[in-house]
């Protein structure tokens, strides 16, 4: 069964939101999992916006990076600089791809312009799993 991790900085926001799409488009065929550098805990609003997409993620919680999983993994897809910069080495056989998205924690503003900025990454990290689904079942 292939395997993809998201990682970010803290699997806080982008990478939980990211699994959550995955597990639902790409489905039970790939074992999906999202960690962290860092440990920053759920974010709220990312579980606020995924359950506008019908997608719960209120009971994930944010992990470190398992380096058994990492060096296990077909495919690992970092979602910032910080992961993509300090992501542990990996072995030659794991594909690496980089999606350089904004932190939505870093958001500023009133509280529904900070839910528009997650709700743009949300749509951009959507549109990235579909067209990654497109790209898998084509192989």
């Not at 993809?4 to 799409?21: H, K, P």
């Not at 579980?47 to 058994?68: F, G, P, T, Y």
């Not at 992501?87 to 932190?103: G, M, Q």
Request: glycine share 6%; net charge neutral; with cysteine.
């Amino acid at each position: 069964m292939p395997q993809i991790y998201f990682l970010c900085t803290g699997n806080s926001c982008r990478s939980q939101m990211a699994e959550g799409f995955a597990k639902q488009i790409l489905g039970e065929q790939w074992r999906i999992a999202s960690a962290g550098i860092e440990m920053h805990g759920l974010n709220p609003k990312a579980v606020q916006v995924m359950a506008e997409k019908n997608i719960d993620i209120a009971h994930n919680r944010s992990k470190l990076i398992d380096m058994d999983y990492l060096k296990t993994s077909d495919l690992v897809i970092t979602l910032c600089g910080d992961a993509r910069d300090r992501c542990p080495v990996t072995p030659a056989n794991v594909e690496k791809i980089h999606w350089p998205l904004r932190d939505p924690a870093q958001a500023q503003g009133t509280e529904s312009e900070i839910l528009t900025v997650f709700r743009q990454v949300r749509d951009e990290i959507e549109t990235r799993i579909l067209a990654l689904a497109q790209q898998v079942a084509t192989k």
